[in-house]
């Protein structure tokens, strides 16, 4: 009996000792903290930035539904200026933000947004100040630190929750992001996003993003956050562009090209008139450095790293790049321009049927014909588009005797059009025209599906 009550002392012993340690290496707030000191703090950091996270509401506009969406957002300046996720107001036609300590709720002008980032700007209009956050750095944050993640889950208002740091530049295998995250096991739930990750100072290292599963969440870094706030506050995002798809050069495919020292990513395609096709890249090149780093790209993940590093170049600037073309090694010298819209512009018309910009991403995502015309991303069921045998996926190439070669020209050509009984659209659906007479107030059976198989109306339902 004595022998066992020993070995658990000593693990009682070790136990303490290794806590003791793992407070001195935390945060500065929380060093040589005891239990009780500990919590205390976690209490006033708590209280202190309750007040300064808030609850918004937005209703969104998916192809012809409307739903509402919640999720969390911070006070980032005095007079108004609220920061939360890209995600929670994307395609809003309203948003609300409601503040902690106040009655009414107020009405958010959405400022600007960066789906790249998963960030957005609002401004709301206080009738006074409102106490704001105060903002850490990013590369104060070290993996293991506590930190306090602040928002409202499934609705639950002022919900914290407490973790460390799990990892930081994190890559996700996710289209159109180019975030290196912070991941903590601080809970991040579904209504937690816009909501601040927070040290045991006080200071905001992040906004939240995501959760993925329990005890795994991912945050926007604090200087990505300031650094596009300030671009939206004065006008817009500016990337820059190479103008390249691309792959890892995995471990295999260097081996088999005879590579297996090198590393790099390999040119699957080329933008028409894309600072890559100036420089005279083309599919196959392997680029190993780029401005002087080494580039390092071995799966799908790792090539958010080179995303970034062009992405974070300005429009205009000239940089050198490595390569190895069959096996040889050249230098060359790009210009990067400015980066196409990722987010294409949308259109709705009053005869059941929404389209798209074509962006370079579009463009190439859809295979399609060419960048001429507009794209059709929605048709109501049973709408005078649908009637006709316009689908999802075809490209309008003309309206009425207008010919249509963006969306800015598609927009006048509709206008002007606007209240007649039938229209004819001409639409582009792969190799084919199509001539679809369009019926105001007329609702026959569907036509079939572009398949040719009848029946097929569930292409076209709301979601």
Sequence with gaps: MEDRTGRHGTARTLAAALGAALLAAAAPAAAQLGDQALEKRIIEVSEQLQPLVVHIEAIVKINDRRNQVTGSGLIASPDGLILTNQHVVEKAEKVEVSVPGRKARYEAEVLGTDKQTDIAVLRIRPEEELPAVRFGRT????????????????GLEGTVSFGIVSAKGRNLEIPDLINDFIQTDAMIDRGSSG???????????????????RGIGFTIPVDTVLEVMKQI?????????????????????????????????????????????????????????????????????????????????????????????????????????????????????????????????????QRLESRRGAYVSFVARGS????????????????????????????????????????????????????????????????????????????????
């Design 139 to 154: 590369q104060d944050v070290r993996v293991g630190q506590w930190v306090l993640a602040i928002g409202n889950p499934y």
């Design 195 to 213: 909501g601040p990750l927070v040290d045991l100072e006080g200071k905001v290292i992040g906004i939240n993003s995501r959760g993925q599963g």
């Design 233 to 365: 506050e004065k006008g817009g995002i500016e990337r820059g562009w190479l103008g390249i798809t691309m792959q890892p050069l995995d471990r295999d495919l260097a081996e088999h090209f005879g590579l297996a020292e090198e590393t790099g990513i390999i040119v699957s395609g080329v933008s028409t008139d894309s600072p890559a096709e100036r420089a005279k890249l083309r599919p196959g090149d392997i680029v190993t450095r780029f401005d002087g780093r080494r580039v390092e790209a071995e799966k799908e993940e790792d090539l958010g790293t080179f995303q970034r590093w062009v992405a974070n170049l300005a429009p205009g600037e000239t940089v050198p790049l490595e390569l190895l073309r069959d096996g040889r090694r050249r230098s060359v010298k790009v210009t990067l321009a400015s980066q196409p819209r990722v987010e294409p512009e949308e259109s709705e018309t009053d005869l059941g049927f929404h389209v798209q910009e074509i962006t370079e991403r579009l463009y190439r995502e």
């Design 384 to 463: 005078p588009a649908a009637v006709a045998g316009l689908f999802p996926g075809d490209v309008i190439e003309r309206v009425a005797d207008r010919d249509v070669d963006d969306l800015e020209e598609f927009e006048r050509a509709i206008e002007r059009v606007e209240g007649r009984a039938s229209v004819l659209v001409t639409a582009r659906r792969g190799g084919d025209l199509k001539f679809l007479l369009m019926k105001r107030g007329v609702r026959p059976s569907p036509p079939a599906s572009p398949d040719g198989d009848a029946g097929q109306a569930s292409l076209v339902e709301e979601e």
